[in-house]
T-cell receptor, first 114, second 113 residues
Framework: DQQVKQNSPSLSVQEGRISILNCDYT??????FLWYKKYPAEGPTFLIS?????DKNEDGRFTVFLNKSAKHLSLHIVPSQPGDSAVYFC?????????????FGGGTRLMVKP | KAGVTQTPRYLIKTRGQQVTLSCSPI?????VSWYQQTPGQGLQFLFE???????NKGNFPGRFSGRQFSNSRSEMNVSTLELGDSALYLC???FGQGYEKLFFGSGTQLSVL
């Protein structure tokens, strides 16, 4: 049972344009979401997060939108740069859990073409 | 500040063998989590240790086990290796309080032949 899904395994975007990466979840108890970026041969690095009390969070070129009624979140990268080419994972911590048990989506490979 | 260190970087084993992977967290971090990454499966949570105690466990068979030492360093062990255990094993550390971003190591790439 995949509680967090990223239905697009890959996305190709031209440099300077907007990249939109999508994530859907099924567990309505999730109340916090994170995005991680992963380059080959490296571990994932934290990118941006959003609490369920918000519907948008912005950090420079990165914005995450949360639509709780649709159980959907998206990561917007504007403008996209070739260095953004990586695999992006959305994740949610287990609700009511004292620890750091994250459920990850399957990832979306973003390719930004110069 | 040094990051999360995982050793070894690469491992090749044969079916039936056992393997031990090591993780040194960022100094001061008391929580260490382990994840398995396979193509198409994303990252699957294995377990989390906090102050030498297993705090959470994922849906993996008992062949997968771990422990944490008093200096917060952690090891995970896989016994009776199967071909399907071939994966990138990632360790992540944090202070261990609530919803925090995790700091990941570069992982150990395990190949089971």
């Amino acid at each position: 049972d995949q509680q967090v899904k990223q239905n697009s395994p890959s996305l190709s975007v031209q440099e300077g344009r907007i990249s939109i990466l999508n994530c859907d979840y099924t567990n309505s108890m999730f109340d916090y979401f994170l995005w991680y970026k992963k380059y080959p041969a490296e571990g994932p690095t934290f990118l941006i997060s959003i609490s369920s009390i918000k519907d948008k969070n912005e950090d420079g070129r990165f914005t995450v939108f949360l639509n709780k009624s649709a159980k959907h979140l998206s990561l917007h990268i504007v403008p996209s740069q070739p260095g953004d080419s990586a695999v992006y994972f959305c994740a949610a911590p287990a609700p009511n859990n004292a620890g750091n048990m994250l459920t990850f989506g399957g990832g979306t490979r973003l390719m930004v073409k110069p | 500040k040094a990051g999360v260190t995982q050793t070894p970087r690469y491992l090749i084993k044969t079916r039936g063998q056992q393997v031990t992977l090591s993780c040194s967290p960022i100094s001061g971090h008391r929580s260490v989590s382990w994840y398995q990454q396979t193509p198409g499966q994303g990252l699957q949570f294995l377990f989390e240790y906090f102050s030498e105690t297993q705090r959470n466990k994922g849906n993996f068979p008992g062949r997968f086990s771990g422990r944490q030492f008093s200096n917060s360093r952690s090891e995970m062990n896989v016994s009776t290796l199967e071909l399907g255990d071939s994966a990138l094993y990632l360790c992540a550390s944090s202070f261990g309080q609530g919803y925090e971003k995790l700091f990941f190591g570069s992982g150990t790439q395990l190949s089971v032949l």
